[in-house]
Nanobody, 128 residues
């Protein structure tokens, strides 16, 4: 079992930056792929970025060049650096982890149902 705890959300004006953190606890050795997802009111859960245990990353087209996912293996912490934020980035952001290795990590950007560990979410609000 893996527990995930996010922090770092908040309110910012368009063009600003935020960094989200996700601390992982428990059987972290079992994790293959970790990711950030977001969900805006009335919309489905959308993959933002994923990273695998080798450090390979995949991003949604909507955040490429603006967001960076990274991982500190020593502290089992996942990060999402968000720059040049836009109002359409407003959402609840969740980190997630999966032990599944059937596909490469990039596949799981589009498959939130394959993640078995989720954080509680942190709100990001971007005003224009």
């Amino acid at each position: 079992q893996v527990q995930l705890v996010e922090s770092g959300g908040g309110s910012v004006q368009a063009g600003g930056s935020l960094r989200l953190s996700c601390a992982a606890f428990g059987y972290t050795y079992s994790i293959y792929c970790m990711g950030w997802f977001r969900q805006a009111p009335g919309k489905g859960r959308e993959g933002v970025a994923v990273i695998n245990s080798d450090g390979s990353t995949t991003y949604a087209d909507s955040v490429k060049g603006r967001f960076t996912i990274s991982q500190d293996y020593a502290s089992d912490t996942l990060y999402l650096q968000m720059n040049s934020l836009k109002p359409e980035d407003t959402a609840m952001y969740y980190c997630a982890a999966t032990p599944l290795r059937k596909w490469q990590c990039g596949y799981y950007l589009q498959a939130p149902y394959d993640y078995n560990s989720w954080g509680q979410g942190t709100q990001v609000t971007v005003s224009s």
